[in-house]
């Protein structure tokens, strides 16, 4: 049994996000990580939110599109279990980010993949919910096996990540390696 506690704070009026959507992808991601008990906020926000927290709370002065707080006492991992801990985190997405970051991807590609805004949202969810639960991207091998489980997580929703569709069938990757920290911030 699951006793999750999903919170959404939507301050924000560049993507239509679906946050039943973004309420069952976070609970998908804690109970495919071993999670039965958590209180996990997300905050669907801009640049100016955002923007400023990456500044302060890993000093890097850019826009980014996520990061993630762990707020209990961090017991419990991917590869240690959960029992009896109850996960507290909070999820902070840059809408505006996945807006630009869609935007640029049509204007380069033609593959005819199909892949918006509001499905970018849900990645960046996805990847901060794994950093909540323990998951690093902070290596070449950390970072597929995160880029797998977002695969995963969001094919549960029918939704094939572009890196993930081109790696099949040839989209050009964005380029865009965004750094990673322990607030957790950016997909790398």
């Given amino acids: 049994m699951h006793e999750f506690l999903i919170e959404i704070a939507d301050r924000?009026?560049?993507?239509?996000?679906?946050?039943?959507?973004?309420?069952?992808?976070?609970?998908?991601?804690?109970?495919?990580a071993g999670v039965t008990r958590a209180e996990i906020?997300?905050?669907?926000?801009?640049?100016?939110?955002?923007?400023?927290?990456?500044?302060?709370?890993?000093?890097?002065?850019?826009e980014t599109d996520v990061l993630s707080y762990r707020l209990d006492e961090g017991?419990?991992?991917?590869?240690?279990?959960?029992d009896g801990v109850t996960v507290e985190g909070e999820v902070v997405v840059d809408c505006e980010t996945a807006?630009?970051?869609?935007?640029?991807?049509?204007?380069?590609?033609?593959?005819?993949?199909?892949?918006n805004?509001?499905?970018?949202?849900?990645l960046y969810v996805t990847h901060g919910v794994l950093h909540v639960v323990g998951?690093?991207?902070?290596?070449?091998?950390?970072?597929t096996t995160m880029r797998t489980r977002e695969a995963a997580l969001l094919g549960t929703l029918g939704l094939?990540?572009?890196?993930?569709?081109?790696?099949a069938g040839g989209v050009a990757d964005d380029g865009d390696d965004d750094e990673a920290g322990s607030a957790a911030g950016g997909r790398q």
Avoid at 75 to 82: I, L, M, R
Avoid at 117 to 122: D, I, M, R, S, T
């Fill in 160 to 167: 094939t990540p572009p890196e993930i569709a081109s790696a």
């Fill in 41 to 62: 906020s997300v905050a669907l926000v801009d640049h100016a939110v955002l923007r400023p927290l990456n500044v302060r709370d890993l000093g890097h002065d850019y």
């Fill in 135 to 143: 998951y690093d991207d902070a290596t070449e091998k950390e970072r």
């Fill in 75 to 82: 017991g419990g991992s991917p590869a240690g279990g959960f």
């Fill in 12 to 32: 924000q009026s560049h993507v239509a996000v679906d946050h039943a959507d973004v309420r069952g992808l976070v609970a998908r991601t804690l109970a495919d």
């Fill in 117 to 122: 805004a509001a499905a970018e949202v849900l």
């Fill in 99 to 115: 807006a630009e970051t869609v935007r640029d991807w049509a204007a380069a590609d033609a593959s005819g993949i199909a892949w």
